[in-house]
Nanobody, 116 residues
Framework: QVQLVESGGGLVQAGGSLRLSCAASGRIFSINAMGWYRQAPGKQRELVARISSGGNTDYVDSVKGRFTISRDNAKNTVTLQMNSLKPEDTAVYYC??????????WGQGTTVTVSS
């Protein structure tokens, strides 16, 4: 089996920064795309950013220029650097990965709260 464990959420004032990390563990053969999703209260889960195994990235328009996704293939980690945070970024953030053999998996989520 495999699992994803997130860390780095918390409370921050508007304009501040947070760094989310996600580590994959278990019997990993390879990982294709990795990404971060978020779900705000009363809203559907949405893609925030994703990165391919080759490093190609994709962002939702609302975070472009503020968030940066990166990954370390040797360590099986993905990171989301979030700058210039806004109250509307408040949500539970979930790590997601597409594992070879095991399929798609989610982390347990980490809460980000941005105060105005």
């Amino acid at each position: 089996q495999v699992q994803l464990v997130e860390s780095g959420g918390g409370l921050v004032q508007a304009g501040g920064s947070l760094r989310l990390s996600c580590a994959a563990s278990g019997r990993i053969f390879s990982i294709n795309a990795m990404g971060w999703y978020r779900q705000a209260p009363g809203k559907q889960r949405e893609l925030v950013a994703r990165i391919s195994s080759g490093g190609n990235t994709d962002y939702v328009d609302s975070v472009k220029g503020r968030f940066t996704i990166s990954r370390d293939n040797a360590k099986n980690t993905v990171t989301l650097q979030m700058n210039s945070l806004k109250p509307e970024d408040t949500a539970v953030y979930y790590c997601n990965a597409d594992f070879e053999f095991w399929g798609n998996r989610w982390g347990q989520g980490t809460t980000v709260t941005v105060s105005s």
